[in-house]
C-alpha cells in the first residue's frame, strides 16, 4: 500500500535527517485527516492527495512567476510515488482496440467512464476528453 510506504519512507527520512522529511510527514499528515483514521487509504486516495498537493505548489509558483528550488524539490519527491502515466498513444491504441467510437463527439464523451476504469489513475480526465475529441 502507497500510504505504509510514504510512512515508512517518512521514518527512513528521520533517523537519516533527509531534506524530504517534512513534505513526507505533510503527506503522513494529510492521510491523518481523513475520516476514519484507523483505516489505510486506498491508493487511489493517496495518489489523489499528492496530485492535489502537486497542483497546489504548480498554482502558487504560477502565481508567483515561477518555482522555488524547494517547490521543484517537494513535486520531485511526490512524483516518485504517482504511477507512470500512460502516454496519448497508449490511450489511443486502447480506444481503437476496445471501443467503437461514434462519429459524433458528444456521444464521444460517453467513453470517459469505460477508458478512465481501465486506466485508473494512470490517465487525467482532461487528457482523455482531448484524445476523444481528436480522434
Known amino acids: 500500500m502507497l500510504q505504509t510506504q510514504i510512512e515508512n519512507d517518512m521514518r527512513e527520512a528521520m533517523k537519516n535527517k533527509d531534506r524530504k522529511v517534512n513534505i513526507l510527514k505533510y503527506m503522513v499528515a494529510e492521510f491523518q485527516r481523513r475520516p476514519n483514521l484507523n483505516k489505510m487509504l486506498e491508493d487511489k486516495e493517496v495518489i ?7 497542483k497546489g505548489v504548480e498554482e502558487t ?8 528550488e524547494e517547490q521543484t524539490f517537494e513535486i520531485e519527491v511526490l ?5 507512470k502515466m500512460a502516454t496519448d498513444e497508449e490511450v489511443k491504441a486502447w480506444i ?7 462519429e459524433n463527439p458528444q456521444a464521444r464523451m460517453k467513453l ?4 478512465m476504469a481501465h486506466f485508473g489513475s494512470t490517465v487525467e480526465g482532461n487528457a482523455v476528453k482531448r484524445i476523444l475529441m481528436e480522434m
Open 79 to 83: 512524483s516518485a510515488y504517482l504511477p
Open 48 to 54: 489523489a492527495l499528492i496530485r492535489k498537493y502537486i
Open 96 to 102: 481503437v482496440d476496445n471501443l467503437i467510437l461514434p
Open 112 to 115: 470517459m467512464r469505460e477508458i
Open 61 to 68: 509558483a504560477t502565481l508567483r512567476g515561477g518555482f522555488t
